[in-house]
């Protein structure tokens, strides 16, 4: 694709970003291909958040044209399904950013998997009640906070010592988040996008 949709989402050009939208989708661009560009657009108004070009209210903003575009995408990929099992996701605690989660959760639900979704800034102990009563074979921390990074790696051991990590796969995601960090949390993988985290985790449930 060519980088418009994301130059006119990193620009908060809402009309624009939703006609782009409507326009790719009336060429058969498949429906995570305009994600994963909408996706580089919000990377775009981070960059210029860091760089004090935005403030908060310009993050806000963002969020809000990114979800309107996501409803205009309608359905992502056909009927629902359920066969993979249960897959309890959810941002660790300390961070509120739930998109690219929903997203996750969204495209899992479309391909198979039973998805709990425990929300945002969610505890420890929610993640250890939803191992013990769904007894899933992935589960998966949502992470857009370099500072939460303590958390997930908190999270992970507290699992690990209430007996629960040995036949349980954890996989990561979230803006910052790359390889680097999946070893210092001690996951079994990082995934960059719903896409990547459909095709690891029917991987590690067969
Ligand atoms: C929108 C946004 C917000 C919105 C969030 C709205 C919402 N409901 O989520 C609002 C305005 C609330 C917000 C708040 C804040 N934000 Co903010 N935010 C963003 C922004 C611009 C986009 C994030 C996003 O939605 N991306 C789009 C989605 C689709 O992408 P994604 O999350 O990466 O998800 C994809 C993949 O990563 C993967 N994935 C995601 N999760 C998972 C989970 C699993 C298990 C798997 C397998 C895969 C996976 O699949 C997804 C779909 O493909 C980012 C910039 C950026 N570069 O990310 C900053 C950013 C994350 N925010 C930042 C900051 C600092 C904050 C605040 C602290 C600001 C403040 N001063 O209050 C607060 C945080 C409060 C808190 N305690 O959490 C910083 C973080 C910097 C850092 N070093 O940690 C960023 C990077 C901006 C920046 N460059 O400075 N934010």
Known sequence: MSGELAKKLGALDEDAVLAG???????????????????EGMQAVGQKYEAKEYFLSELIMSAEIFNEAISALGDLSGTEQSHLGNFVLGTIYGDIHDIGKNIVSTVLKCNGFNVIDLGVDVPTEKFIEGIKEYKPKVIGFSCLLTTAFDNIKAAIEEIENAGLRNDLRILIGGGPVDQSVCDYVKADAVCRSAQEAVEVAQEFSV
């Open 21 to 39: 939208v409507q326009a790719l989708k009336e060429q058969g661009v498949p429906g995570l291909d305009i994600i994963q560009e909408l996706q």
